[in-house]
Structures are given as C-alpha cells and as structure tokens.
C-alpha cells in the first residue's frame, strides 16, 4: 500500500512536554497539508506545503507549533509545550497539484492525548 | 469567513434503504466538492467527488448532486449496507488567504445501517 503513511499512530504525553509527528506522502506527491480534528468534528485546516516550502498557515497554528517538509518529501509537525487543548487527531494529506483537479488523499492519523 | 453546514448529524436506516445527506457552503468562489467517509480510528476516505461544472456524478450505490445556485450539495446512498455505517464528511474547496487551496469540512454526518 501506498497511502499517506502517519507515525506514531498514537501519542499520550504530559502538559508541557514536546511531540513530533511524522507524516510521509504518496510518492511524487508535491503538495502536503496538514488538519487537526477535534471529536465530533470535521478536520480543520493547519498548514500547507508545495514541496519544500511552507506556503499557507492557519490562524489555528500557534507559535507552538511548528511543521516543516525538509527535502519536499517527509513532513514532521512539532507542538512545543502541549497544552490539554492540544489534544485531538493530527491528519496529514497529500495531493498532485495540477489546477483544479487536486484530490487529497489522507493518511490515517496521529492521536494525541494532553493529560 | 468560509463555512460548509452538515445535516443531519446522525441517521439512522435499515439495511437496503437510501440515505441522503445534505451540505450548503458559503464560498461561491468554491468549486470542487469532495466527500469522504471515516470509520473509526482511521483517516477520512475519499468515496466521490464533484467539479462545478456538473450536476451529478455517481459511481455504484453512491451519488452526489450539486445546485451552485443555492451553493448546495447532497450525497446519495442507495441499497445501504451495515458497512456503510461511518461519519461521512462533506467539504469544499476555498481559496486560502495566500491564494492557495484548502478543504473546509462540514462537521459530519454519523450514518447507522441495521440489518
């Protein structure tokens, strides 16, 4: 299978402490996103990349958070001193920018848990 | 700001029946309309898409319709089987401040099919 892959699939973790999330794309897949989902709800959008860059981020993303894509292949998303209302599931999505046909396919998740 | 609304929130039907779910968006500038379905613990599913320049798409069992004038969206299920039972999404596609694209998601329909 060649789906968006996510890792780890799940994480619980202290208020305070720091979490990395990983996501890997479909492969030749130029563009990335990232969307948080909270229980209940539909995802909401985070941040997006076309290739290596950063391109758009949400009024969502605090200064705690930050997200990267290195080499335009693997992104990680980093949330520095979590808070409780961290807490939800971290989708990644990836797509073949072409125009208006632009379906994205997402991975399964990671959910983190703020105790 | 952009908006996409969801109805209903749950339903309930007997295997073989047909279940309808609705979405409006507020964006008229939106015009790629995507659904997907999420079982639980996993990623959300793409199951159909929609392009404004038609009406109705189906694929199988599933359908969607699109009237742009009343800037709304339906998902058609017909012949429902108990795993069909999900939370579908509806979203759509709106322009980001940076003029990139993003998906605005409804906040899901959570569909009951009983033998």
């Known amino acids: 299978d060649t789906g968006v892959s996510q890792d780890p699939r799940h994480k619980i973790t202290k208020r305070g402490q720091n979490v990395t999330f990983r996501c890997d794309p479909i492969s030749e897949h130029n563009r990335l996103y990232w969307y948080r989902q909270t229980l209940g709800q539909g995802p909401e959008f985070l941040t997006y990349f076309q290739n290596e860059a950063q391109l758009e981020k949400s009024r969502l993303l605090s200064d705690r958070f930050s997200a990267e894509r290195p080499k335009g292949s693997f992104s990680t998303l980093e949330i520095q001193r979590t808070e409780q209302g961290d807490s939800a599931m971290y989708l990644c999505?990836?797509?073949?920018?072409?125009?208006?046909?632009?379906?994205?396919?997402f991975g399964p998740g990671t959910r983190l848990l703020v105790l | 700001g952009e908006n996409v609304e969801q109805h209903p929130s749950t339903l309930s039907v007997q295997e073989g029946d047909s279940a309808v779910i609705k979405c409006t968006y507020s964006?008229?500038?939106?015009?790629?309309f995507p659904w997907y379905k999420q079982e639980l613990g996993k990623g959300p599913q793409l199951i159909i898409d929609i392009r404004s320049n038609v009406g109705e798409k189906k694929d199988q069992r599933i359908a969607v319709t699109l009237n742009k004038t009343a800037k709304h969206f339906s998902l058609h299920i017909t012949e429902t089987q108990p795993e069909d039972s999900a939370v579908y999404f509806c979203?759509?596609?709106?322009?980001?401040?940076?003029?990139?694209?993003?998906?605005?998601f409804g906040a899901g329909t959570r569909l009951a099919v009983h033998p």
């Open positions: 964006d008229s500038a939106s015009n790629y």
């Open positions: 999505a990836s797509s073949l920018g072409s125009g208006s046909s632009e379906t994205q396919y």
């Open positions: 979203a759509a596609k709106c322009e980001t401040p940076g003029g990139y694209n993003k998906l605005i």
